[in-house]
């Protein structure tokens, strides 16, 4: 079955850019959106943004509207992997960090386990 | 942007009894694009109603959804051990969000 991966380097300084990949592992990413979403300490879901592969040359992408622009998301569907860019981060944007799949039937139906990203210096 | 505003925060029951969540959405949620996770520590949420109502596949039938426009329900008929939790609704018919959650736990 379809199962995702997320890594990325666990602690960014604010100020600077976070990275975080996902591996989709059990499927193609193609004909599908896959989101990020982030979970604060203690608080809600917040989606981040998806990106959707139609083929294997181009990925369409849209974002929150109260992070777009700090955010980019891409992806290599030669690795089967999409990847999260963060600009500017600060303490505020210490989260657990989820990739995740949007089912074709509505909702988020397959996520990662989760990484814990902190911004700290 | 839709809020959804779900209540109560906390919800304390026995096992055996019946839990009614509630999300209330700041403007209606189109042809009933929302969905009902769980949620336990440490573990990522478990989609377990899209579409306002329908279950997804493997999921017991004591979870049950429902609504429309901007007020659903997500009620628990019997709760089991396993189902004390953290459940969030979330809305797909604009750009998703997610409500705060609603935790039920052990009385």
């Known amino acids: 079955q379809v199962q995702l991966q997320e890594s990325g380097p666990g602690l960014v300084k604010p100020s600077e850019t976070l990275s975080l990949t996902c591996t989709v592992s059990?499927?193609?990413?193609?004909?599908?959106?896959w989101s990020w979403i982030r979970q604060p300490p203690g608080k809600g879901l917040e989606w981040i943004g998806y990106i959707y592969y139609s083929d294997s040359s181009s990925g369409s992408t849209n974002g929150n509207p109260h992070l777009k622009r700090r955010v980019t998301i891409s992806g290599d569907t030669s690795k089967n992997q999409f990847s999260l860019n963060m600009s500017s981060v600060t303490a505020a944007d210490t989260a657990v960090y989820y990739c995740?799949?949007?089912?074709?039937?509505?909702?988020?139906?397959?996520w990662g386990q989760g990484t814990m990203l902190t911004v700290s210096s | 942007e839709i809020v959804l505003t779900q209540s109560p925060g906390t919800l304390s029951l026995s096992p055996g009894e019946r839990a009614t969540l509630s999300c209330t959405a700041s403007q209606s949620v189109s042809s009933n694009f929302l969905a009902w996770y769980q949620q336990k520590p440490g573990q990522a949420p478990r989609l377990l109603i899209y579409?306002?109502?329908t279950r997804v596949t493997g999921i017991p039938d004591r979870f049950s959804g429902s609504g429309s426009g901007t007020d659903f329900t997500l009620t628990i008929s019997r709760l089991e051990p396993e189902d004390f939790a953290v459940y969030s609704c979330?809305?797909?018919?604009?750009?998703?969000?997610f409500g705060q959650g609603t935790k039920v736990e052990v009385k």
């Open positions: 995740a799949r949007d089912g074709v039937s509505g909702g988020f139906d397959i």
């Open positions: 979330q809305q797909y018919g604009s750009s998703p969000t």
């Open positions: 059990g499927g193609s990413i193609i004909n599908y959106y």
């Open positions: 579409g306002a109502s």
